[in-house]
């Protein structure tokens, strides 16, 4: 490390070590460039550190508790089960320690450089790195920002105290003994059932008509119905207005249709969104890269900014707040930086919502393609009339399919019940690959397995069911 003003040379500076950062400067290294990854967090970033890997572990021990409960209707009974809330944060904790242990090996074996600290630009071809030890100038050929975002903030509900975002009710120290959440998106609605399921009474609030807004009616009642069944309180067309905070307590007002309503719970949770952030210490200005409405930068196909040698990946550029979408468009960056003709196509990218049960969608629902003018044929198949899935005892669901009844091309799925989110991987690879509905009917898949019920809804929307009767 060169301290002081003195420039060091580098091939690609990559700014964010989350899934989209660290994977654009693995990529890049493999490609032979000379790369420096700075992240002022862990590696790993929100994902793996405050996001999906923590948030997960946390839903698969109320999964597991919840199991362990209600076991009669296969046979197993329990007495006097109990959560050791310590020790599932613990064990959350070392999850947490080896995938970023795991980020930091995979860096190192890439030779690809690390500097814990802050990044902000000096000019298009130069940032200054530093923390509390030391400072380096580095002057680099290209760049690749990858900064993430973080929860968006309410001016009537500022993070503190009994007001949480989803990084600080990730690490409670104890079960809440009430909870109340605003926002009943995928965030709202992961956090919330998973602290119902460990006895929290849950109170959600959400400004549409529906939980889970962003998917389908028919997908989002389901989660809607084990909602009621675990006794969370579900408020739509609700808007939060404010709140009243103790040292024990806080309480939340909401109108519902111009109805006010008063809750009071022992914290709140915040899941409105996220915002991007490119409005910090990064001095964007100084390298001339433009940001747009919300705090967007705007990219091209391979992810270029307005300044070529200047790439943005992840939660700062338009399109969904994925950490898949991220590495995608960071492996995209990287191999543009090395010459190679690769650009980003959104042909399909899956959306999962760890709920109960799990929801999971990718390319176009019935919805859309219809308003594409295409002429629209769908299968839907139940997990009630899928072995496996009854074997499971995991009857609720269904898989249903969208293609173009001209051409029997596949053009989406939507999924919600058990592994949903792996039975996704599937359908997004038909839509990639332009597989129609008969592929998949013919594609032959093992028996008993929830895969089947891809084929079967294959079968519905080509006329000729197996395992259900036809119209």
Known sequence: MVVGDASVEIDVLVIGAGPGGYVAAIRAAQLGKSVLIVDKSELGGVCLNRGCIPSKTLITAAHHFEQAKHGESIGISAENVKVDFTKVQEWKSSIIKKQTGGVSGLLKGNKVQVFNGEALFINEQEARLFNDNETARYRFNNCIIATGSRPIELKAFPFGGRILSSTEALDLPE???????????????????????????????????????????????????????????????????????????????????????????????VTVGRRPNTDGDLSLELAGIQVGER???????????????????????????????ASYEGKVAAEAIAGLPSVVDYKCIPAVVFSDPEIASVGLNETEAKAKGINVV??????????????????????????????GLLLGAQIVGAEASNLIAEMALGIEMGATLEDIALTI???????EITMEAAEVALGHPIHILGK
Request: net charge negative; aromatic share 6%.
């Open 175 to 269: 079960i809440p003994e009430s909870l109340i959440v605003i926002g009943g998106g995928y965030i709202g609605i992961e956090l919330g059932q998973t602290y119902a399921k460990f006895g929290t009474k849950v109170t959600v609030l959400e400004g549409s008509d529906t939980v889970l807004p962003g998917f389908e009616k028919e997908m989002s009642q389901l989660v809607a119905r084990n909602l009621k069944k675990i006794e969370v309180d579900v408020h739509t067309e609700a808007l939060a207005q404010g709140c009243e905070q103790t040292d024990k307590d806080v309480t939340v007002t909401f109108t519902v249709k111009g109805e006010e309503k008063k809750v009071t719970a022992q914290y709140v949770l």
């Open 295 to 325: 705090g967007m930068i705007q990219v091209n196909e391979q992810g270029q900014t307005n300044v070529p040698h200047i790439y943005a990946i992840g939660d700062i550029v338009p399109g969904l707040a994925l950490a898949h979408k």
């Open 378 to 407: 769908t299968g839907k198949f139940s997990y009630g009339a899928n072995g496996r899935a009854q074997s499971m005892n995991l009857k609720e669901g269904f898989v249903k399919l969208v293609g173009d009844k001209d051409s």
């Open 445 to 451: 898949h093992a028996h008993p397995t929830l895969g």
